[in-house]
């Protein structure tokens, strides 16, 4: 049986190039961030979010974790991540992070223009976005 146009693309971003880019009317894939991960859900049912996400310059977001990874895509500005125990990681426009689960953090925009982002996670379904870590003294 031969393949569809559909069945070749998404064939084709096994090697993150679709062999369809060069036919006319086609959409190029660009991949941006490739990881593989051992810490998504594994129930039954997964939901799949993605929100956006603006910080004003000097915003600080609540310390928290999360349960599952998080992908950070940035579209403007530069978001910068402080988790506990590691370096800052500063994600500047069109660059990708994934936010570790169960990893206490805070993000901020440290610069002069709004952090724009984009957050793409799949969780058990009705998880809460994140979870509060309570300050310590």
Do not use: W
């Amino acid at each position: 049986m031969e393949k569809t146009t559909v069945q070749k693309m998404i064939a084709a971003l096994d090697v993150g190039v679709t062999r369809s880019a060069r036919e006319k009317g086609m959409a190029k894939l660009t991949p941006l961030h490739r990881e593989v991960l051992s810490t998504l859900p594994q129930g039954t049912m997964q939901e799949v979010r993605v929100l956006h996400a603006v910080l004003q310059p000097g915003d600080v977001t609540p310390h928290h974790s999360h349960r599952f990874p998080v992908t950070v895509f940035v579209t403007e500005g530069v978001f910068t991540l402080n988790l506990e125990g590691r370096d800052p990681v500063s994600v500047g426009p069109g660059e990708v992070f994934v936010e570790p689960p169960h990893v206490n953090m805070t993000g901020s925009n440290e610069g002069s223009v709004p952090a724009t982002t984009i957050l793409f996670y799949v969780c058990d379904p009705e998880a809460p976005f994140a979870d509060p870590v309570p300050a310590t003294s």
